[in-house]
T-cell receptor
Framework: ELKVEQNPLFLSMQEGKNYTIYCNYS?????LYWYRQDPGKSLESLFV?????AVKQEGRLMASLDTKARLSTLHITAAVHDLSATYFC????????????FGGGTRLMVKP | DAGITQSPRHKVTETGTPVTLRCHQT?????MYWYRQDPGHGLRLIHY???????DKGEVSDGYSVSRSKTEDFLLTLESATSSQTSVYFC????????????????FGEGSRLTVL
């Protein structure tokens, strides 16, 4: 059974600081996804990582994938309040692009 | 934004009653999914479909059935709702139209909040 674990589960940080969210998974997969969810809203796709060593950046967020370590990171640079949300990683169970298993989410609060 | 519409968006029902949630897409994507979201559990896959009349079970399929008679519609049915099925249900789609690789990226609907009393 594929397990996807995120840590921390909750993160409170000051504006301007840097931090990293970790996503570990338990089985071989070359595909990993990051999503953002605002309270009471749907999930928005942030990054699609499809190979070992993949790195994607958008604004203050950067995601990377190490398939050998079964680890993905979401790095936040100089956080701003607008980044406050819950972030989910998801792993493709069979590398076929049709079944994702989600982590439990990391709730991020950025304080002024 | 992906054209995904869920209905109803909110529903309150009583234990033992049947409930059907509808997901409608205008993107002509091959894959459609139903997830449920509960505090502390992230999103868990209930059922998914890989084409018209082609469906399969996910991680938490007990108590749920699905049907897909047209590419654009994917229905989730709770034959006899229980309080443990109180949740937020998300429909998602993925795939490409025509040729090309499916990256597996999911696009989500707005969610349906179901309360079973």
């Amino acid at each position: 059974e594929l397990k996807v674990e995120q840590n921390p589960l909750f993160l409170s940080m000051q504006e301007g600081k840097n931090y990293t969210i970790y996503c570990n998974y338990s089985t071989t997969s070359d595909r990993l996804y990051w999503y953002r969810q605002d309270p009471g809203k749907s999930l928005e796709s942030l990054f699609v990582l499809l190979s070992n060593g993949a790195v994607k950046q958008e604004g203050r967020l950067m995601a990377s994938l190490d398939t050998k370590a079964r680890l993905s990171t979401l790095h936040i640079t100089a956080a701003v309040h607008d980044l406050s949300a819950t972030y989910f990683c998801a792993v493709d169970m069979n590398n076929a692009g049709n079944m994702l298993t989600f982590g439990g989410g990391t709730r991020l609060m950025v304080k002024p | 934004d992906a054209g995904i519409t869920q209905s109803p968006r909110h529903k309150v029902t009583e234990t033992g009653t049947p409930v059907t949630l509808r997901c409608h897409q205008t993107e002509n994507h091959r894959y459609m999914y139903w997830y449920r979201q509960d505090p502390g559990h992230g999103l868990r896959l209930i059922h998914y479909s890989y084409g018209v009349k082609d469906t399969d079970k996910g991680e938490v399929s007990d108590g749920y059935s699905v049907s897909r008679s047209k590419t654009e519609d994917f229905l989730l049915t709770l034959e006899s709702a229980t309080s443990s099925q109180t949740s937020v249900y998300f429909c998602a789609i993925s795939g490409v139209v025509g040729t090309g690789a499916n990256t597996g990226e999911l696009f989500f609907g707005e969610g349906s909040r179901l309360t079973v009393l």
